[in-house]
């Protein structure tokens, strides 16, 4: 069964840094998303994206926060300037919208620790 | 916005047993209503879910009902198995392109062999 991945599984960086957080949704899904969830807390959405643009953001994404499909097959998520509190675990998830729900499918998710 | 309130945090039963955990949700626009078991390290995985137009669903052991009414939805499990222990979350959207997830603050659950 297809699935979404997610690279690294794991990324330190510090404080200030950029990172890019990639993900591979699946191959004939639409609609691509990006959450995160501090450690030990809910699930939180950050951006929603099609047809090359955003369609909803949450206060979240703020404009340190940017994402781009590259090509046909990725999908990232870049952070320019890191704070601590970014820290947490970035999940993507996509969706095809089959009958008009929204069903979405997780990535295994990037652990970002910010020192 | 959509905010989801999902009890009880945490919920420990025996092996066999049931366990329930409830959700409500404040939008009314919100017709759609997934449940996600997360293990330890894992991805979210949807388990199952509800439309609005629907008022309960079961597939196997699990089950969801819906009261748009009252704007509450549950998640039923039943013969409960030591794998189903677990972080369990409920969600709300509203239909349409892309919309987002909206999750409630999770349920613990812990099967006791």
């Known amino acids: 069964e297809p699935e979404v991945t997610q690279t690294p599984s794991h990324q330190v960086t510090q404080m200030g840094q950029e990172v890019i957080l990639r993900c591979v949704p699946i191959s004939n899904h639409l609609y691509f998303y990006w959450y995160r969830q501090i450690l030990g807390q809910k699930v939180e959405f950050l951006v929603s994206f099609y047809n090359n643009e955003i369609s909803e953001k949450s206060e979240i994404f703020d404009d340190q926060f940017s994402v781009e499909r590259p090509d046909g097959s990725n999908f990232t998520l870049k952070i320019r300037s890191t704070k601590l509190e970014d820290s947490a675990m970035y999940f993507c998830a996509s969706s095809d919208l089959g009958r008009g729900y929204n069903e979405q499918f997780f990535g295994p998710g990037t652990r970002l620790t910010v020192l | 916005g959509e905010n989801v309130e999902q009890h009880p945090s945490t919920l420990s039963v025996q092996e066999g047993d049931s366990a329930v955990i409830k959700c409500t949700y404040s939008d009314s626009a919100s017709n759609y209503f997934p449940w996600y078991k997360q293990e330890l390290g894992k991805r979210p995985q949807l388990i199952i879910d509800?439309?609005?137009?629907?008022g309960e669903k079961k597939d196997q052991r699990i089950a969801v009902t819906l009261n748009k009414t009252a704007k509450h939805f549950s998640l039923h499990i039943t013969e409960t198995q030591p794998e189903d222990s677990a972080v369990y979350f409920c969600a709300a959207s509203m239909r349409g392109s892309a919309r987002q997830l909206t999750f409630g603050s999770g349920t613990q659950l812990t099967v006791l062999p």
């Open positions: 509800i439309r609005s137009n629907v």
